[in-house]
């Protein structure tokens, strides 16, 4: 008499995930839904920081940084790194790099989307736009040197956002903004009412 042995049950099939799955769900990971509202409020205190610190130059003295009067001057330089030249202090060369760096790290940041490239000519375009205005309104030297600074601080924005964008980051830069902000504002305040007075 024949005998049926039961047959060994099957393991479901599996599948290993293939390393580009892996790395889409990593980035689905990575990405953080970032408000409508916080990114309006974002990119409205970055442009007026970029404004109050460029053109505002021209408006507003900071005792020990710089005097408003110099920057009403209506001058081009095409030259590249020119500015290391014309500073009576040794560090002016200096903030005025890093300072221009630190300008556009933010909106860097906040434009990325997609390609850091393509963000990167954004910035590009943003600071020439802002030294042009510049320019035209006599409010300070629109040289070379600011438009590699600012896009170097745009490309550095744009490549941290390539990496995690957060909101908190956002959030940390607004806070900081409004703190410089609001006293250098203030200080313009004081000076229009001594003037006016």
């Given at each position: 008499?024949?005998?049926?042995?039961?047959?060994?049950?099957?393991?479901?099939?599996?599948?290993?995930?293939?390393?580009?799955?892996?790395?889409?769900?990593?980035?689905?990971?990575?990405?953080?839904?970032?408000?409508p509202a916080l990114y309006t409020l974002s990119?409205?205190?970055?442009?007026?920081?970029?404004?109050?610190?460029?053109?505002?130059?021209?408006?507003?003295?900071?005792?020990?940084?710089?005097?408003?009067?110099?920057?009403?001057?209506?001058?081009?330089?095409?030259?590249?790194?020119?500015?290391?030249?014309?500073?009576?202090?040794?560090?002016?060369?200096?903030?005025?790099?890093?300072?221009?760096?630190?300008?556009?790290?933010?909106?860097?940041?906040?434009?990325?989307?997609?390609?850091?490239?393509?963000?990167?000519?954004?910035?590009?375009?943003?600071?020439?736009?802002?030294?042009?205005?510049?320019?035209?309104?006599?409010?300070?030297?629109?040289?070379?040197?600011?438009?590699?600074?600012?896009?170097?601080?745009?490309?550095?924005?744009?490549?941290?956002?390539?990496?995690?964008?957060?909101?908190?980051?956002?959030?940390?830069?607004?806070?900081?903004?409004?703190?410089?902000?609001?006293?250098?504002?203030?200080?313009?305040?004081?000076?229009?009412?001594?003037?006016?007075?």
């Amino acid at each position: 008499m024949r005998t049926c042995r039961p047959r060994a049950a099957r393991s479901p099939a599996t599948t290993q995930p293939t390393p580009s799955s892996r790395a889409m769900r990593g980035a689905r990971v990575a990405q953080v839904k970032i408000s409508p509202a916080l990114y309006t409020l974002s990119l409205t205190v970055a442009a007026a920081f970029v404004l109050a610190f460029t053109v505002g130059k021209a408006y507003i003295s900071v005792p020990g940084l710089w005097d408003a009067a110099a920057h009403q001057i209506q001058q081009i330089r095409l030259d590249p790194f020119v500015s290391f030249q014309h500073y009576r202090v040794w560090w002016g060369p200096w903030f005025n790099l890093f300072g221009n760096l630190a300008l556009f790290v933010p909106v860097g940041y906040l434009a990325y989307r997609r390609s850091v490239a393509a963000t990167t000519c954004f910035c590009f375009l943003a600071s020439l736009t802002v030294e042009s205005l510049q320019y035209l309104l006599a409010a300070g030297y629109s040289d070379m040197d600011d438009l590699i600074f600012n896009t170097t601080g745009g490309l550095i924005g744009a490549a941290a956002a390539s990496l995690h964008k957060s909101p908190t980051a956002m959030w940390l830069f607004n806070a900081c903004a409004v703190v410089i902000l609001v006293p250098y504002l203030s200080l313009g305040a004081n000076q229009l009412a001594a003037f006016i007075a």
